[in-house]
């Protein structure tokens, strides 16, 4: 039992680092974002959800840790709790920057695009967009990178957890059978101890018997050969 709660344990502190590493990427999407405000928001909706899973996950291990049974177990994984709670603030105050960066910058794009001609403005844009795409690719190659590792991870701790179950049933049945066992050799105890208690008896008896049958020589040969007596 206790090997499958670590398991779990892990797993949750895996999911977590993998929501970290996500909304990192989307508070850097957030910072190169040229705009418009429109997609400005869906990386700020993004970013809201995956801080909202992030935020169930740290509760979720801050609940395994008090389940814990050892103390020292328990203080463990309440201090990563706790790290991994300020690191979360942390990324709330980057995001918070990022969105006041990104409005400025789209702001003054917007005065720049005003002063430019179309031209010129539209070679810019298509810059960007060219510059953005690729960026969005490498990150989204990153996270695929991730999330195909931390699959990996996930799938060995459920081939860990099935190891376990099995190890479980082996050990319960090697049980039951010491138990079989245990009963048979408390059975042949107490025939060895009825047995020795039957030896004695007889082996009492075989000397009275003994003992008469001399004492009844004795009183033979006494009649017969001392009559008088």
């Known amino acids: 039992m206790a090997a499958s709660q670590d398991v779990h344990v892990r797993i949750c502190s895996q999911e977590i680092i993998k929501f970290d590493l996500e909304i990192k990427a989307l508070i850097q999407d957030i910072r190169d974002c040229p705009g418009p405000y429109r997609e400005l928001a869906e990386l ?4 809201k959800e995956k801080i909202n899973q992030l935020r169930m996950r740290i509760q ?12 020292s177990d328990k203080l463990a994984l309440l201090n990563e709790m706790e790290s991994h709670r300020k690191q979360m603030l942390s990324n709330q105050t980057a995001w918070r920057k990022a969105n006041l960066s990104c409005k400025l910058a789209i702001d ?14 539209a070679r810019q844009r298509k810059t960007t967009k060219q510059s953005m795409a690729q960026t969005s690719s490498a990150i989204t190659e990153s996270l695929m990178s991730i999330s195909r590792m931390m699959s990996q991870q996930v799938h060995q701790s459920e081939e860990t957890v099935t190891t376990l179950a099995t190890s479980s049933r082996t050990v319960l049945e090697t049980n039951e059978e010491f138990k079989a066992m245990t009963g048979t050799i408390q059975l042949g105890r107490k025939l060895i101890t009825k047995y020795n208690r039957r030896e004695f008896t007889d082996k009492l008896l075989i000397f009275l018997a003994l003992a008469l049958f001399l004492a009844t020589v004795v009183y033979i040969l006494k009649k017969r050969l001392f009559p008088f007596l």
């Open 44 to 47: 700020n909706s993004n970013v």
């Open 60 to 71: 979720d291990l801050e609940q395994m840790a008090k389940e814990q049974d050892k103390e």
């Open 108 to 121: 003054n794009s917007e005065k720049d695009d005003l002063l430019q001609d179309e031209d010129s403005s």
